[in-house]
């Protein structure tokens, strides 16, 4: 990563996003990052940017609204002067009975998990120059759902092999890669490490536990720096052996 680049992280005031933020940060990367309500908690995400010398924004960015989506990443430009990686974080866990599901249940995970992340994947396309990252966060319930009660989320994460197979095709002649990373459970405020499914959720790994959200950002840092230059269109998980 070269000494001025910025990257934008979607849903990054706490969870993944936060750690991942920190982490880009840590490796040198000015960040912006996106939040719909908790603004204090984004605002210490920043704090701890700047702490780490580098530039920190925090963009009040809906994912499931169709012009912030994109607006996100104008205002990161804006704001840092330029892009060279997105993290498409941001999403929702819907999960029940496939008859519980609403028709705005499904519009709603839809417009953030899939809809968010293709407009802010063609906003930042626009606006990267060659070495760009697009690095989009899936579900290890793509690849494996472990029981009932996931049709709408794993749908929704399943399209994100789409978007980011075609993405490296589409980009790959401009020098810009675009990877998706999939987390097994994460302990974080959407899946906490002590609720009532953990235990079944550690079960189903090889590991047999959680992991951090810094292992997951251990994962986009890989992808956002000069080492994966060759890594385009690929999906990787982090998920303890969950698929295994
Ligand atoms: P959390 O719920 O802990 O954090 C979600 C973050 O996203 C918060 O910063 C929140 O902001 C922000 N956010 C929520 N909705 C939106 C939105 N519509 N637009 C912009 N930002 C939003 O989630 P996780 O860290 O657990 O999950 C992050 C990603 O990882 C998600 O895509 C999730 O599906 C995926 N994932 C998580 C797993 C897990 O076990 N935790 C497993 C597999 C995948 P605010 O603070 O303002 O609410």
Do not use: W
């Amino acid at each position: 990563m070269n000494g001025n680049a910025v990257a934008l992280v979607t849903g990054g005031s706490r969870g993944i996003g936060a750690a991942t933020a920190l982490r880009l940060a840590q490796d040198g990367t000015d960040v912006a990052l996106t939040y719909v309500d908790d603004a204090e908690a984004a605002r210490a995400v920043v704090g701890k940017i700047e702490a780490l010398g580098r530039r920190g924004l925090a963009l009040r960015a809906d994912a499931g609204g169709a012009e912030r989506a994109a607006g996100a990443v104008e205002e990161t430009v804006r704001g840092l002067g330029r892009l060279d990686v997105l993290v498409n974080n941001a999403g929702v866990g819907v999960l029940g009975p496939l008859e519980g599901l609403t028709i705005a249940d499904v519009d709603r995970v839809l417009a953030i998990n899939v809809r968010g992340a293709f407009l802010a994947s063609r906003a930042a396309a626009g606006r990267m120059g060659r070495g760009g990252r697009i690095i989009t966060i899936g579900s290890c319930m793509t690849q494996r759902v472990p029981g009932p009660g996931g049709t709408l989320y794993a749908m929704s994460k399943a399209a994100l092999t789409g978007l980011t197979k075609a993405l490296s095709r589409e980009l790959g002649e401009r020098g810009i890669t675009a990877n998706l990373v999939h987390p097994g459970p994460v302990d974080t405020d959407m899946n906490p490490a002590d609720g009532p499914y953990a235990a079944a959720q550690a079960a189903m790994t090889a590991l047999g536990r959680f992991a951090t959200p810094q292992e997951v950002a251990a994962m986009v840092s890989f992808l956002a720096g000069p080492d994966s230059a060759y890594v385009t269109g690929a999906e990787f998980s982090v998920d303890g052996g969950h698929a295994a």
